[in-house]
């Protein structure tokens, strides 16, 4: 046999093409992590400013054009509102000027990512120094003194997710070529379902209590561990249904190359690029990451809009993979 017909017998198409998506995965990787995390710069950063009569215009206006617009300013009536609202999550930070004197106060929320709260004491020290004034800075959500950079539900959500996607994975590939049907779907959703419940209270248990690294609900984080887990595991068989799988490479680069560094983990989604500012927050890291930091930091607010995300991808897998499932079956069916 010449090394042809070896190298032909070795390497299959399928496996050649196999290990090109495996080439792609790994370059997207790269690419993606890189391209989110290698240059971060806080961009229209949601700040209140409190300032008395046409000093609060004045001050809003001034922010408003710092160089590369770091800051999206908007004028606040007192501080009582800006408190509030940097906890409703609504703004990151606050200035609160004192005209009987030249100390200003800036609010900020460590808890929301440390590094974002870091780059708004640097903007306003320069800002304030050139107006000969300082700022005092006041933690109104400050991260815990376990939780290093505020990545610890950045970490705790990422393991959600490795979870959900490995269950789904090892389920298919343990199937080997049995086909799908229905039943078979049904089960598969259910185990994943019961390792969510598992899972969320596992992460929730070891975060909290074993190593104090969060504080905030434990019932409040355990249910989000089970629809983080859940979610990206009915995705995960929903693409091995419609793919085979492939759709285990599809997972890893919906979850992993697109969904992790656009999380707001190592750095909050002002501080990300445009692209990946956009995506964050529809993708289920993203949604994790902002959920867990509210049960955390900020008395479970603003949590709507990230758990209908959560929802909708284990809605949507679910669906997806009992009807192609079904699909799968009938057309056997009909071709006996």
């Known amino acids: 046999m010449t090394f042809a017909d070896e190298l032909k017998s070795a390497v299959t198409p399928r496996a050649a093409l196999l290990v090109i998506g495996v080439l792609a995965l790994q370059l997207l990787f790269i690419a993606s992590y890189v391209g989110a995390l290698h240059n ?6 949601a700040f209140g400013v409190v300032a008395p009569g046409e000093a ?46 030249t100390q200003d106060t800036l609010l900020v929320a460590s808890g929301g990512g440390k590094a974002l709260a870091n780059a708004l004491e640097t903007i306003t020290t320069k800002t304030e120094g050139a107006e000969k004034r300082t700022a005092k800075t006041v933690d109104v959500a400050a991260a815990s003194s376990q939780d290093f950079n505020g990545l610890s539900s950045f970490y705790l959500v990422v393991g959600w997710c490795v979870g959900g996607y ?8 343990s199937a080997g070529t049995k086909p799908p049907n229905p039943q078979r779907a049904a089960i598969r959703l259910g185990a994943l379902a019961l390792l969510a419940i598992a899972g969320g209270i596992g992460g929730a248990v070891i975060i909290g209590p074993i190593l104090g690294a969060l504080p905030g609900s434990i019932m409040g984080l355990w249910g989000l561990g089970a629809l983080v887990t859940f979610a990206v595991g009915a995705v995960t068989l929903a693409l091995e249904e419609l793919t085979g799988i492939v759709g285990i490479g599809l997972a890893v680069l919906l979850i992993v190359v697109a969904g992790n560094p656009s999380a707001g983990g190592a750095f909050p989604l002002p501080m990300l690029p445009p692209f990946w500012n956009a995506i964050g927050p529809a993708l289920p890291p993203g949604a994790g990451t902002w959920v867990a930091r509210s049960i955390a930091y900020f008395r479970g607010n603003a949590v709507t809009g990230p758990l209908l995300v959560l929802s909708a991808w284990a809605v949507v897998g679910t669906v997806v993979t009992l009807l192609v499932a079904m699909r799968k079956t009938r057309e056997r069916a009909g071709a006996h």
């Open 166 to 173: 490995l269950c789904a994975s090892i389920m298919s590939i």
């Open 40 to 45: 971060p710069k806080p961009k229209d950063v």
């Open 56 to 101: 609060a215009a004045q001050t809003k206006d001034k922010l408003a054009k710092l160089p590369g617009k770091p800051l999206d300013p908007r004028v606040l009536k007192d501080e009582g509102e800006a408190r509030r609202q940097i906890m409703d999550r609504k703004i990151d930070g606050a200035l609160v000027v004192d005209p009987r004197g």
